[in-house]
């Protein structure tokens, strides 16, 4: 089993930037994937960001691109999402994922965090 909780959301100015974290718990990490994808009310669940165990592969959504930057602490289970110039549309409920293989389908990553609200406001 995997535990994933993350944390670091909020409410923030257009423009602005916000830092999430998500900590990893009860298993080895080793060559796992992992993901954040957001969902807003009333959609589906987004891929953002994933990035693979040694950081040598990172994707992102088009819509983050050049804004969001994803990274990895293996020495403290734990992986970030750098937001940066936030948009009204960024706002969601962010959830980071872990799975084995890269990829931007939800349905591909076995474990979940409970999710943390960013909103963004104009």
């Known amino acids: 089993q995997v535990q994933l909780v993350e944390s670091g959301g909020g409410l923030v100015q257009a423009g602005g930037s916000l830092r999430l974290s998500c900590a990893a718990s009860g298993r080895t990490f080793r060559n796992l994937i992992m993901g954040w994808f957001r969902q807003a009310p009333g959609k589906e669940r987004d891929f953002v960001a994933a990035?693979?165990?040694?950081?040598?592969?990172?994707r992102y959504a088009d819509s983050v691109k050049g804004r969001f930057t994803i990274s990895r602490d293996n020495a403290k289970n734990t992986v970030d999402l750098q937001m940066n110039s936030l948009k009204p549309e960024d706002t969601a409920v962010y959830y980071c994922?872990?799975?084995?293989?890269?990829?931007?389908?939800?349905?591909?990553?076995?474990?979940w965090g409970q999710g943390t609200q960013v909103t963004v406001s104009s």
């Open positions: 990035i693979s165990w040694t950081g040598g592969y990172t």
């Open positions: 994922a872990t799975g084995l293989n890269p990829s931007e389908w939800a349905t591909r990553y076995d474990y």
